[in-house]
């Protein structure tokens, strides 16, 4: 059995959700002013602490219902409304009412993939999500924008407007999807890990030195293309098995 959380508000994991929360406030504010490449890094920055917060506080004993709480907020700046307004202010916005819906279709998303995680975290199966995570929506997001904007591409021109219309759309319906994705969270860092294990950390790292928006924007598609691909890998396991199982059925009434 968990142990309840506490009521009270503990100074060091709420730390990293308020300084989360003035990653993605900044992300905005530098989207609005024309900055996409530093408003892009802050998303990713957001991502990092965001990480963080909830593994300080499990190893610090401080979970409390208020951090849960605050840290829900703090996704939806960073990770639903942050990347819906950058996105619009780069590319969106050109396209009238279908920007403004496409964003906020992607900001509502983030909302409902929030509370349902919220409401199901207690039976959920902790080693997938259901959907899409809001952190991978926003990661996806913002690494198209920030490797669009360092190869010189303005978003609002028609190639890259559409490709970041239906991105950003297909980003929201993900989320709010019944699509299962690995959680990770049964991974053991304590662990012992294959030679090979170790070799890919440290040339992903390389990748990410050389070239960080193009190696976090392939990352992030990556991750949300493997829920869809998992699924159907699961749906025709599950067909194969029930064929089996029928005609053993079958093979036994004869």
Known sequence: MTSPRRRGIYLLPNLFTTSALFAGFYAI????????????????????????????????????????????????ISFGLAPALVAYEWSLSGLGKIGWSAAFIYAAAAALRLARFNTQAASADKRFFQGLPSPAAAALIAGMIWLGDSQGFPGR????????????????????????????????????????????IVLVFVFIAVNPPMTLFLIALSYAVSGPIFTLVMLRRHRAQRKGAESDSSGDET
Do not use: C
Request: proline letters at 2%; zero cysteines.
């Open 29 to 76: 504010v530098a989207g609005i002013n024309g900055d996409f490449e530093a408003a892009a890094i802050a998303i990713f920055v957001a991502m990092i602490l965001d990480g963080m917060d909830g593994r300080i506080a499990r190893m610090t004993n401080t979970q409390s219902d208020f951090g849960v709480q605050y840290d829900s907020l703090s996704d939806l």
């Open 157 to 200: 021109e028609g190639g890259m407007v559409a490709f970041a219309l239906p991105l950003t759309v297909i980003a929201g319906v993900l989320m709010v999807s019944n699509i299962r994705y690995h959680s990770f969270k049964q991974f053991d860092l304590r662990g012992r890990v294959p030679f090979v294990t170790v070799s890919v």
